[in-house]
């Protein structure tokens, strides 16, 4: 069973986040983007803090930002994991490797982070091996 949530005094069990399009638990707004028969694609904005120097150079401060991230689980995972650029083609690759043609466009960078829609699109359709 998934983990249990509560928000506003509304109980519900994250394996059940597919029926929900958009939730705020007052800090974090996550966003079902893709919900598939076989991968689902969360996006979630968040406050972040961002420094910067004035124009003279001298001093900085701080200011919010919205920071957004992305994240994928398979049906049947309890955990949706986190999309990072930096370690996609290594991380995904593999995660999306029972389907070669996503596999093999992931290795040759034909597909990446910023097409993830069309990924979870190809997935969910994809013959698996």
Avoid at 33 to 56: C, E, H, I, Q, W
Avoid at 62 to 69: D, F, L, R, S, W
């Amino acid at each position: 069973m998934g983990m249990m949530k509560y928000i506003n005094r509304i109980k519900f069990v994250v394996t059940d986040i597919r029926a929900i399009i958009s939730i705020s638990d007052g800090n974090k707004f996550y966003e079902l983007m893709v919900a598939g028969d076989r991968v689902s694609l969360m996006k979630v904005l968040y406050n972040g803090v961002k420094p910067v120097t004035n124009v003279s150079g001298f001093g900085a401060s701080n200011t919010t930002t919205i920071e957004e991230a992305y994240y994928v689980k398979k049906n049947g995972e309890t955990v949706y994991k986190e999309i990072q650029e930096t370690t996609f083609v290594e991380e995904f690759r593999e995660y999306f490797g029972d389907c070669e043609s996503i596999r093999e466009r992931i290795y040759r960078k034909e597909l990446g982070p910023k097409v993830i829609r069309e990924i979870m699109r190809l997935y969910n359709f994809c013959p698996i091996l």
